[in-house]
């Protein structure tokens, strides 16, 4: 298998994970809002298999678990607020990979999932959303406050499985991992 052959054959595989932990494992935090599990997944890709990885995985799997549950009602803002979170997340992992000191590089990691959260799906999903809609700004950001508590302490619940899953997936796809042993 070639090494184009696998990069798309785990990206396609992070995405139907991320699609699956969605629906399958519905955690019930608000009113008619769900931990969505499949951020884990884009989180490990990001971690682990780079920016572009992490972000292709939460992208398209937003939209195909979009696509299945209800159509294309929310799925722009998801989309596009997922293409930020990825962006920052894989981009902060990227930069932060070689620092020595452990707690200082958690630390920082875990500010920019917060900050990318917020700029993701409170900013970037209710703009989308505004523009969609025609609903005022403040009440898409309003509405979309539990979905951003939620997604944020998901992903920094993943930090763990982050740096758990790190080693075996350089030992299984080195050539695919971004990290250093």
Do not use: H
């Not at 396609?12 to 951020?39: D, R, T």
């Not at 959260?117 to 970037?124: F, Q, R, Y």
Request: hydrophobic share 55%.
């Amino acid at each position: 298998m070639t090494a184009t052959t696998k990069k798309l054959t785990m990206l396609a595989v992070g995405i139907a994970l991320f699609v699956a932990l969605s629906l399958c494992l519905q955690v019930p935090v608000f009113e008619n809002y769900y931990l969505c599990l499949g951020y884990v997944v884009m989180a490990v890709y990001c971690y682990s298999f780079g920016t572009l990885a992490g972000t292709v995985v939460g992208v398209f799997g937003v939209v195909l678990y979009c696509l299945v549950i209800s159509g294309l009602r929310g799925m722009p803002g998801w989309a596009l607020g997922n293409l930020v979170i990825g962006l920052a997340l894989g981009a902060c992992c990227r930069m932060t990979r070689g620092m020595s000191n452990k707690a200082l590089r958690v630390t920082i990691q875990l500010v920019v999932i917060v900050a990318a959260t917020a700029l993701g799906i409170l900013v970037v999903k209710s703009v989308t959303e505004q523009i969609l809609y025609a609903q005022p700004f403040v009440v898409r950001a309003g509405k979309n406050f539990t979905a951003f508590v939620a997604d944020a302490v998901m992903l920094l619940l993943s930090e763990p499985i982050c740096i758990a899953l790190d080693a075996p997936a350089r030992k299984i796809f080195p050539e695919l991992a971004v990290s250093k042993p």
